[in-house]
């Protein structure tokens, strides 16, 4: 959830809760810089802009995911997540390269008329080349090389810029873009979404010492799609009995303590957060930040994920909170809400408002990935003294 995360690492937060899997940390390039990734055995990487992550990461964070994969722990890439370990020759993103895999979703790859055609759509720079889309929503795939999802072959995935894979001798392909449905949203011709979809790899697994690296195309974390979560959880729980681990580690001194009182206030400045955030809906805006664009309901994505797992906590009395500042908290929602209210005369007004929406999104995941800390310190606890 550091630089470059976009909305989607909450869609694993979603899938992890609904399963039990209570061991959680949240972390970002910093993070892993400081040794973050010695505690795991997962890394979940999610949407994004990838320039950004990688930017963030750099060489030392390179070494750091490829000395964590090598001995043994597991990495899961969706879209952003997926290009990040490919082969580029690009300013940092060549300084990961873990997978020897091409993308056809390149411009390279097209013709000068294509290339024209595709410059008008969803695309990203790429040195002298950019990374094109060419459909979102529903893609159908084809599960090959014995996995299989509720014992069938084919099942639908959202694709919402994720890569198209060439075939490789480095990857063992687990499912392959087979076509298109009724809710497929075409950028292009259809043909051309085939020329560059259909056949091609959609999600793949690649060993690499101890570990294993499994990359997505599609968005199989997206929480409307439970046949595609099953794959996720599936493949989460196989490497873990391989190793020995369970996502329930062994239980860890208790940390300081809060009052329903915190929760209150908590509910109190949400309350406030979320009837500004919905007045802002519908608005024809737009926000680019990181390379990602971000409507004004992408605020309440964020805000949602909170005011929906906030009773549980209320109900439980005092709470521990595994946090340095659990009050910073407090603080940091109130200045959400002050940004929001900010953001909503400027739109009132007709005036710009990106630079605040600058200043939002990195205190929504903030705020986000600190309460949801909290949620799963306390659920992680309830699930070992009961299994005890």
């Not at 990487?45 to 964590?68: H, N, Q, V, Y």
């Amino acid at each position: 959830m550091g630089a470059g995360a976009s909305h989607s690492w909450l869609w694993f937060v979603d899938i992890l809760d609904r399963m039990g899997f209570y061991d959680i940390h949240f972390i970002n390039e910093g993070d892993i810089l400081k040794e973050g990734l010695d505690r795991l055995d997962v890394l979940l990487m999610s949407g994004g802009d990838t320039f950004a992550i990688a930017e963030g990461l750099g060489a030392e964070g390179s070494d750091k995911l490829r000395s964590f994969i090598n001995r043994g722990g597991l990495y899961i890439g969706t879209c952003a997540g997926a290009y990040l370990p490919l082969r580029s020759s690009m300013e940092f993103l060549n300084q990961f390269n873990f997978i020897d895999v091409k993308i056809s979703n390149i411009s390279r790859r097209l013709s000068e008329s294509e290339r024209h055609l595709f410059q008008k759509v969803a695309c990203s720079s790429y040195g002298c080349d950019f990374v094109y889309h060419v459909a979102r929503e529903d893609v159908l795939l084809e599960m090959v090389n014995g996995f299989k999802t509720d014992g069938k072959k084919e099942m639908t995935a959202p694709l919402y810029g994720g890569p198209s894979m060439l075939p490789s001798e480095d990857i063992e392909p687990i499912a392959t873009y087979k076509g298109f449905t009724k809710k497929t949203k075409f950028l292009v011709e259809e043909k051309l979404a085939e020329k560059t979809l259909i056949g091609n790899v959609a999600v793949a697994k690649k060993s690499m010492g101890k570990g294993h690296l499994y990359i997505f195309g599609p968005h199989f974390e997206h929480p409307r799609y439970p046949e595609a979560n099953r794959i996720i959880i599936q493949i989460i729980l196989e490497e873990s009995k391989e190793r020995g681990t369970h996502p329930l580690k062994k239980e860890i001194p208790p940390p300081p303590k809060v009052s329903p009182l915190f929760f209150e206030e908590l509910r109190r400045e949400l309350s406030h957060s979320r009837m500004v955030a919905f007045a802002m809906e519908g608005s024809p805006l737009q926000w680019m930040i990181d390379n990602k664009w971000y409507e004004p309901e992408k605020i309440r994505v964020f805000l949602e994920v909170l005011w929906k797992r906030l009773r549980y906590l209320e109900s439980g009395g005092e709470v521990d909170v595994d946090l340095q500042d659990p009050n910073g908290m407090i603080s940091r929602l109130k200045g959400i809400t002050d940004i929001l209210r900010k953001m909503k005369k400027g739109i009132d007004r007709g005036e710009a408002t990106n630079g605040l929406a600058e200043d939002l999104f990195p205190n929504l995941k903030k705020v986000t990935s600190d309460f949801l800390t909290i949620y799963f310190s306390r659920k992680r606890m309830e699930s070992i003294r009961s299994q005890a």
